[in-house]
């Protein structure tokens, strides 16, 4: 799958097809359980389960609230549950499909511009972990909470974030990697670079 400034086509080893109905910008893809999802220009996240179906519109954009910051999402992200995480510029957000509810999580209110960055980990059961310039976040489904990590070490710029079995690695703003051990919450810093954008 391809996605391009006119819509999504596919390659499937001899030919490009295109969908016809996606014929906006489109980008943000993430394929997971035989469906694909992507963030559609002027229209928000979308979903389809093949090349040939017609998109089903999941999180609309709005143009006429208040909000002005709110029009735009990226880093979208498919937890096991299959919670559909995204960003924008304030928020942290994600969306419930089985039930169609959206939660929405004031993470920095002076964003004007960018949206936020943001990492996904899944190091527990019921647990996901959102990493973004604030540190990192722990959404907990059994109680429906999404609160800061406790961990101090873990309350800095991260940039990016990966889990290898049990240990989780974080890379910072100011050119540190952090590794951190889910099970034991022991944690090392080790210095990778002077300096990260």
């Given amino acids: 799958y391809i996605s391009t400034q006119r819509g999504i086509s596919m390659?499937?080893?001899?030919?490009f097809i295109k969908n016809p109905y996606v014929k906006r910008y489109s980008s943000k893809l993430l394929w997971n359980n035989k469906q694909l999802n992507y963030f559609e220009d002027g229209l928000g996240i979308q979903k389809m389960n093949s090349i040939y179906s017609k998109p089903k519109n999941l999180v609309p954009i709005n143009f006429q609230d208040k909000d002005p910051n709110n029009n735009l999402y990226d880093y979208l992200f498919i937890d096991k549950e299959k919670h559909i995480w995204y960003s924008e510029i304030n928020n942290i957000n994600f969306l419930d499909q089985k039930s169609g509810e959206k939660s929405t999580f004031l993470i920095d209110k002076t964003i004007t511009k960018n949206i936020?960055?943001?990492?996904?980990i899944e190091p527990k059961t019921n647990e996901v972990w959102v990493s973004c310039h604030k540190g990192v976040f722990i959404w907990n489904n059994a109680t429906k909470s999404f609160t800061k990590h406790p961990n101090l070490t873990l309350q800095k710029n991260i940039i990016s974030s990966i889990l290898i079995e049990k240990t989780a690695y974080f890379s910072t703003s100011d050119g540190k990697l952090m590794e951190y051990n889910v099970t034991t919450n022991e944690s090392k810093t080790y210095p990778i670079l002077n300096g990260i954008n």
Avoid: A, P
């Fill in 11 to 15: 390659y499937d080893g001899y030919e």
């Fill in 116 to 120: 936020i960055r943001t990492s996904h």
